[in-house]
């Protein structure tokens, strides 16, 4: 088991100013913990990660296919997206497909999280709406859930729900922790979210991309070609799916938490930077699969203004560096 350093640090003229601790599991479909940083057993929320998870009973039921539903739909109900007409419109006819609209989605509006997302409301003098919200696919998944299966809508985000119920008993298939010792609180958005360590949530994402069923392959295959769903203009996880061909399939977090799973290699990677900071999760992510041997020392030219990023003042000037640290 090898042990690594993926500290990401910002530099100033040469002094390090700002250090960002950073934990991580690597493991195999096996649950064998093949790499770490700090500790890989790290307790904290999955937040986001988990969609691809929160997804599958959906599927399993076959409502997914009563819906009407493709893999736009699927890629969409896994994404963190950044609020772009396209994923706006996608969210939109998921809804519309079960008779419903926006006001359905017990998420809230935000600002979209791409840039080109914000730009292209502003310009067009709209507010945000919850189908803006990151996390609105995978909200219409929940509902379709209900809907398909005749169950109440009304409460669908709250643990006591059938359908939050069925989204727990995945994430402890999955994970291996029992559904009784899965830590639960409020996400974000609004529904449930869980703690476990970060070892599980490796472990996870490690069967995830060896299971041969055919709905982790659905998952997979609507994630791993179309990406840009998946996140955005210029998001991480787009970036890093599209730079690897669907190599490695990607999932961001709040809060610095990140899990990825390499198919190829049979690994599951889930990191978390200990206080937080975006600004230092995917430079870690990008260091631990260079030190896999899944990227290369030297990046594509995307992935190498991510990993090592310039320090400005307001004047534009190159005053520092945020990278991981040497």
């Not at 899944?294 to 534009?316: D, F, I, Y």
Request: include cysteine.
């Amino acid at each position: 088991m090898r042990t690594l350093s993926l500290d990401v640090v910002a530099t100033r003229g040469g002094v390090v100013e700002s250090r960002h601790r950073v934990h991580a599991a690597v493991t195999d479909a096996a649950g064998r913990l093949v790499a770490s940083a700090g500790d890989p057993t790290t307790v904290t929320f999955w937040r986001s990660c988990a969609k691809p998870f929160q997804v599958m009973p959906l599927l399993e039921s076959g409502g997914f296919d009563r819906a009407g539903w493709g893999d736009d739909h699927l890629a969409l109900a896994c994404a963190s997206h950044g609020g772009e007409p396209e994923h706006v419109t996608i969210a939109e006819r998921m809804l519309a497909s079960l008779g419903l609209e926006d006001g359905d989605l017990a998420c809230g509006p935000h600002e979209p999280l791409a840039a080109r997302g914000a730009r292209v409301l502003r310009e067009a003098g709209l507010r945000p709406t919850r189908l803006h919200n990151n996390c609105s696919g995978k909200h219409a998944a929940m509902l379709a859930r209900a809907v398909t299966e005749g169950w109440p809508r009304e409460g669908y985000e709250r643990l006591e729900h059938r359908v939050q119920r069925d989204c727990t008993d995945a994430v402890a298939r999955w994970t291996g922790i029992p559904a009784d010792r899965l830590q639960c609180a409020v996400d974000g958005c609004g529904v449930v979210v869980y703690a476990l360590p970060l070892d599980a949530m490796a472990l996870a994402f490690a069967r995830l991309g060896a299971a041969t069923e055919d709905v982790p392959q659905r998952i997979l295959h609507a994630m791993r070609t179309r990406p840009f769903l998946v996140g955005g203009t210029d998001r991480f996880d787009t970036v890093l799916m599209e730079e690897t061909d669907g190599a490695v399939v990607a999932k961001i977090g709040a809060e610095g938490v990140h899990s990825v799973s390499v198919p190829g290699r049979g690994l599951g990677l889930a990191v978390k930077v200990e206080d937080g900071a975006p600004r230092a999760q995917y430079p870690a992510v990008l260091r631990l699969l260079q030190a896999l041997d899944v990227l290369p020392a030297a990046l594509p030219p995307r992935l190498a203004e991510v990993l090592s990023k310039p320090v400005r003042n307001t004047r534009g000037e190159i005053v520092g560096e945020l990278a991981p640290a040497a």
